[in-house]
């Protein structure tokens, strides 16, 4: 293309995580700034979120999604910063151009210093579960029902069964009950909610909805619609238990059943993706693999709080700005503590630590593969405890974090390795 428009800091998405990685660049002296939106409006899937609850951290009052969306929108605007709706960003190259389309421009090639990425997630779909069974109307994701009810005005249906007990799926019981279906169960396979505790009492205990944990669906019925399912007991493998079948007679299933960072754009442009969150390796910048370009929200990692999607954001955007300003970051010469998910911990982020750019307040995020009751969470560089704190009770649907102190930088600079784990704790 002849025509390449030139901008200091391009941000793919227009959800919370990059209008506030956008609004924080901005704030650190940032400009020239294009937020890429491929939806028609910015928010991202706040927007379909009537429910309040958010913002309780970050603005410390209780908003619902399309409030605290509207929050960032406002300033967005107030700082001037540009953004294209319709706009799908189909390629990203390292040098850090992006190719888009859309109905005005067309074609739209963009060179950026900066890139960051926040193009959010999807679900996972029946196609990936492999339930047999025939295809009728009536199934589907748990995200698509929610919009259908809180945006297009429509029901999916009068009797429900939800499979997978995500934050959405949890929402969507009580969301259908209060449109006068009837939510008839909420299966999981796990033999643990993968949803908020909050989300559970809330959401089904009060509604009375039955939660059955070690439990899926395994076969369909109907033909042209849904008819009912069949439910069975899972064993410690999730297979099937014969005989546990019984069937639940129902004309739509939500599927909850997990989240999967958009990152086809990341791969494409040679980003090292972590194989457990399905997002791309960063460090305590938020920096990828690829120098000067820098992912947050729930293209890293799925978040369980959209106030905690802001704050890396944030990060995200200082990172950025910083990088634009002043160039390479500090430790850029192989410099790096490696962060290691060690026993009971499924992931941490970042994967490394620049041993120049740790300061107090840094945060390492993670979560464990189980619940835990009375757990001690334990930091080791090497083979050196350097850090340890007693919980009362530890989930998979609930991210933990360490926040670092001044004396415990000072005792990390040291190490090549760093291990977090959970001891002690009641499976």
């Not at 509604?207 to 899972?234: A, D, F, M």
């Not at 005989?243 to 599927?255: A, H």
């Not at 791309?280 to 938020?286: A, T």
């Amino acid at each position: 293309m002849d025509d390449v428009k030139a901008v200091e800091l391009a941000v793919v998405g227009g959800g919370p995580a990059g209008m506030a990685a956008a609004v924080e660049a901005a704030r650190a002296g940032i400009r020239d700034i294009l937020i890429l939106e491929r939806e028609k409006e910015l928010g991202g899937i706040l927007q379909q979120c009537i429910h309040n609850g958010f913002g309780l951290h970050v603005f410390r009052e209780e908003l619902t999604g399309p409030e605290y969306a509207e929050r960032f929108i406002r300033q967005v605007k107030e700082y001037g910063i540009d953004y294209r709706l319709n706009t799908m960003v189909i390629d990203i190259t390292p040098d850090k151009i992006l190719r888009c389309i859309n109905p005005v421009d067309g074609l739209l090639e963009i060179k950026a210093k900066a890139v960051i990425l926040a193009m959010g997630c999807r679900e996972r779909t029946r196609g990936a579960l492999n339930i047999p069974g025939t295809r009728p109307a009536g199934i589907l994701t748990a995200g698509t029902a929610q919009r259908f009810v809180n945006i297009d005005g429509y029901m999916p249906g009068k009797r429900i069964v939800i499979l997978g007990s995500g934050d959405i799926g949890l929402i969507m019981a009580r969301r259908m009950t209060l449109e006068g279906a009837k939510v008839e169960m909420v299966c999981e396979i796990m033999p643990y909610s993968s949803g908020l505790t909050r989300n559970i009492a809330q959401c089904l205990n009060d509604y009375n909805i039955p939660l059955l944990l070690s439990h899926t669906v395994t076969q369909i019925h109907g033909k042209n619609r849904v008819e009912g399912v069949t439910v069975s007991k899972v064993d410690a493998e999730r297979k099937p238990i014969p005989g546990t079948e019984r069937y639940v007679e129902c004309d739509t299933v939500l599927l909850s059943v997990g989240l999967i960072p958009e990152n086809e754009l990341s791969r494409e442009a040679g980003i090292v993706l972590d194989p457990v969150t399905s997002g791309p390796v960063v460090n305590e910048s938020m920096e990828t693999s690829v120098e000067g370009v820098f992912a947050c929200g729930n293209v890293l990692h799925v978040h369980d709080l959209v106030d905690y999607v802001t704050e890396e954001a944030q990060l995200a955007g200082r990172s950025a700005a910083r990088y634009i300003l002043d160039g390479l970051l500090a430790g850029e010469n192989g410099d790096m503590i490696t962060l290691k998910a060690g026993k009971g911990v499924r992931y941490t982020v970042p994967q490394n630590i620049n041993r120049n750019e740790v300061s107090a307040g840094t945060r390492i995020l993670f979560r464990v593969d189980n619940i835990y009751e009375n757990p001690a969470i334990k930091l080791f560089g090497g083979n050196e405890e350097m850090y340890s704190v007693r919980k009362t009770r530890v989930a998979p649907g609930e991210m933990q974090r360490i926040v670092l102190n001044k004396v415990l930088v000072d005792k990390i600079r040291n190490v090549g390795e760093l291990t977090v784990q959970i001891e002690s704790g009641d499976v």
